[in-house]
C-alpha cells in the first residue's frame, strides 16, 4: 500500500464490485458527486427504487382494490417477497425472517414476548452507552413489568479502551448469573463500530438460562450474519441504514425457529399474524401461524416494502460476503491512511482488528473536531458528528462508513486527505 492517489485509483480498477456505484444515486455537491461516508446513518437511494415504486403506485391507480390480488406483485403476499434477501443477509431459514413495522416497535414486541421476568430472574444485560431508543426499550420494559430500571439493567463496560470483550460480559454479570433474563446487544455498535461477536454472547447468555436478542441496525448489510446457527433467539433491525430502502422505511425481525414451530411465548394477535388461507374466514381466536409471521399484525406496507424488495436484490446479486471482504479492504486502507499522519489530533475508537468491526471507523477529537467536520462539509464530503459537552470546544466524534456497495477507494483517499491536512 501506499498514500499516492494513484494507488487508490488503482485499488478501484481492481475492484470487481464497482459498477454497483453506478446504481446509486449520489447526492452532486458543487455540480459533481459529493463523497457520501454517512450510509451508516441513512443509505444511498438506488436507481432501482422508483420504478419500484412506480409500478405500485400505476397498479394502484388501475387496479385499486384489485390490485390486492392482480397487481404485478400481488400486494396480499406483500410479504413473502422480501424473505429470501432477508434469508440471504441474516443466515436465516424462510420461517424466521418479517419484515414490518419500525426497529423500536419490533424490538418492543419481540420484548413482550421474551422478556418474560419474575421475582427471581429479571435482569436485562446491555451494553454502556446503547443507543437511546434502545435504552428506553429497556427501561421502560421492565418498569411496565413493575421492576426497578436502576437496578434491572446490567450495563457492561469496556474494561480498558473502547472495546466490550466477552470476558467484560462475563465480569458484570458475575454473581448475578441466575438473575438475568435477557440479553440486548447490538451487532454493530452505533457510536464505536464495535462488531461484537453474536454467537459468544448468544453462548454465554444461553449457558446462565438467559435469552439472547439483537439491535442488527448497524450490523444487517455491513456484516454477514448466520443468526441461524448461533442461535440467536430473536433480533430486529432498520432498513434505511446499510439496507438503502429510505428514510423511516419498513423495519424487520428475526426469530428462531425453536421459539415458533410451537409458539409457547405470548404474542399480541393480529389478522396477519394468522394462517395466510383462513386470514379471511374472520374466525374468533387467535392461532398464530408456526413461523416469526406469527408476530406481523397488519398488512404490508408496500410503498416501503418496495424499496426494500429493489434494495435487497442488489445485496443478493452482490453477494454479501464479496462486499464484506471489499468493505474491510476499503476500511483498513481509510485507517491505514489516518494512521499515517503521525500528528493527528484524533484516536481511532474503534476496534482496530477488522474481524471485530464492520464498515465505520469513528474518530473522537478532544478539539478541532468540529473544525475538521466543517471542512469535510465545506469539501463536499458528508460524515457525521457528534459533539460530546456542547460547549463548542470541538470535543466529539466524526463517525464514517465507507460503503462497500458505493464508495471507492478514491473517496477514502480524499476524506483521509482533508482530515490529515485539518486535524
Ligand atoms: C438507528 C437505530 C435505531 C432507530 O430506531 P427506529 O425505530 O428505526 O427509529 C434504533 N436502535 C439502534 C441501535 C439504531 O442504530
Redesign the pocket.
Known amino acids: 500500500m501506499n498514500t499516492s492517489s494513484e494507488y487508490a485509483s488503482h485499488l478501484d480498477s481492481q475492484d470487481e464490485l464497482r459498477d454497483y456505484r453506478n446504481k446509486f444515486l449520489i447526492p452532486p455537491f458543487k455540480g459533481v458527486d459529493s463523497i457520501y461516508l454517512a450510509g451508516n446513518s441513512l443509505g444511498l437511494q438506488p436507481q432501482s427504487t422508483q420504478a419500484a415504486i412506480q409500478q405500485e403506485l400505476h397498479d394502484w391507480h388501475t387496479l385499486g382494490v384489485e390490485g390486492h390480488l392482480h397487481a404485478k406483485n400481488a400486494w396480499l403476499y406483500y410479504h413473502h417477497f422480501s424473505k429470501e434477501g432477508l434469508m440471504h443477509l441474516c443466515g436465516a431459514n424462510k420461517n424466521e425472517v418479517v419484515a414490518m413495522n ?4 419490533n424490538l418492543h414486541l419481540l420484548l413482550i414476548s421474551f422478556y418474560q421476568p419474575s421475582a427471581t430472574r429479571y435482569k436485562i444485560v446491555i451494553e454502556a452507552g ?2 437511546p ?2 435504552q428506553y426499550i429497556v427501561e421502560t420494559q421492565i418498569a411496565y413489568h413493575k421492576y426497578n430500571p436502576s437496578e434491572a439493567i446490567i450495563e457492561v463496560s469496556p474494561s480498558q479502551g473502547y472495546e466490550i470483550t466477552i470476558d467484560d460480559i462475563a465480569k458484570a454479570c458475575e454473581g448475578q448469573e441466575q438473575t438475568i433474563a435477557l440479553f440486548l446487544f ?1 451487532g454493530v455498535q ?1 457510536y464505536t463500530g464495535q462488531y461484537f461477536d453474536i454467537a459468544s454472547i448468544t453462548e454465554y447468555a444461553h449457558n446462565i438460562g438467559a435469552l439472547a436478542g439483537f ?1 442488527l ?2 450490523a444487517i448489510g455491513n456484516v454477514p450474519l448466520q443468526l441461524h446457527d448461533w442461535d440467536v433467539d430473536f433480533a430486529a433491525w ?1 432498513s ?2 446499510y439496507l438503502n430502502s429510505g428514510p423511516g422505511s419498513v ?1 424487520g425481525a428475526f426469530i428462531h425457529e425453536s421459539h415458533t414451530r410451537v409458539i409457547k411465548q405470548p404474542v399480541l394477535g393480529g389478522w396477519w399474524g394468522v394462517d395466510e388461507n383462513t386470514r379471511f374466514m374472520m374466525h374468533k381466536g387467535f392461532v398464530p401461524v408456526a413461523s416469526v409471521d406469527a408476530w406481523q399484525h397488519s398488512n404490508a406496507p408496500v410503498l416501503s416494502m418496495a424499496a426494500l424488495g429493489t434494495s435487497l436484490q442488489l445485496f443478493q446479486n452482490a453477494g454479501i460476503e464479496n462486499l464484506r471482504t471489499k468493505s474491510i479492504a476499503l476500511t483498513n486502507y481509510f485507517e491505514y491512511l489516518l494512521n499515517h499522519q503521525t500528528n493527528n489530533h484524533f484516536t481511532i475508537i474503534t476496534p482496530p482488528n477488522s474481524m471485530n468491526r464492520g464498515c465505520q471507523l469513528s474518530l473522537l477529537y478532544q478539539f478541532n473536531g468540529k473544525k475538521t467536520h466543517q471542512k469535510l462539509s465545506e469539501e463536499g464530503i458528508i460524515s457525521d458528528w457528534r459533539e460530546h459537552n456542547h460547549t463548542g470546544d470541538g470535543e466529539g466524534i466524526i463517525r464514517m462508513a465507507p460503503v462497500p456497495l458505493y464508495n471507492t477507494y478514491l473517496d477514502v483517499w480524499r476524506a483521509a486527505a482533508i482530515i490529515n491536512e485539518t486535524s
Do not use: R
Not at 419500525?102 to 416497535?105: E, I, K, R
Open positions: 419500525g426497529l423500536t416497535v446503547a443507543f431508543s434502545d447490538s452505533y439491535d441496525a448497524h432498520c434505511y441504514k423495519a
